[in-house]
């Protein structure tokens, strides 16, 4: 009993991450390929071939990005953005989804760099990301500080601390090995 037990263990541990993945793959795909997909259906019916929307979008997005270097719609383009930062609340959500894509995608990437932080009062210390070394630009007393993301195991949530510069350790870790480290609660190593 003990070994069907153990074998339907390792089952899970084996087939559930699997699933998992194959599961989240194939909605982000519905929902990325839906985006221009659900355009295209009516005109194209039975040809629709699953993927083309994913592949349009694909192009349409490289255009923009392309025509967004340009002189002429270059101009559009940041008219947008300045009249988006404009507009009561719309400016809050467009700023705060700009910077996340910067952030992540951007020549200025945030989670660039590890950080080893010391729990105050004690010897705990925790792994961070340094998301600004800019805090004085927030708000001027903090020019001795920097913003570190501590991110909370098992989860997408975590903390912004403000944490004096001199407290803060600098670790030659990759960002993606010490994320999987954290959210795997140590249990991912490399």
Not at 83 to 110: A, H, Q, R
Not at 133 to 160: C, M, N
């Amino acid at each position: 009993m003990k070994s069907i037990l153990r074998n339907f263990i390792n089952g899970i541990l084996t087939i559930v991450p699997i699933i998992l993945v194959v599961y989240v793959v194939f909605k982000v795909f519905l929902f990325l390929d839906g985006i221009l997909g659900n355009f295209l259906k009516p005109f194209l019916r039975e040809d629709y071939i699953p993927g083309i929307g994913l592949l349009l979008t694909f192009v349409v997005i490289t255009i923009l990005g392309w025509l967004s270097t340009r002189v002429f719609s270059g101009a559009i383009f940041r008219l947008i953005n300045r009249l988006l930062e404009k507009i009561p609340l719309i400016k809050t959500l467009y700023s705060v989804i700009k910077d996340t894509f910067n952030s992540f995608l951007g020549e200025k990437k945030s989670f660039s760099k590890v950080a080893l932080v010391r729990i105050p009062g004690t010897d705990v210390k925790a792994i961070g990301f340094i998301t600004t070394e800019d805090v004085e630009s927030f708000y001027d007393p903090l020019k001795d500080y920097v913003a570190v993301y501590i991110q909370q195991t098992f989860q997408i949530a975590g903390f912004t601390f403000l944490i004096p510069k001199d407290e803060v350790e600098i670790i030659d870790v990759k960002p993606e090995d010490a994320m999987k480290f954290v959210v795997s609660g140590g249990m991912t190593s490399k």
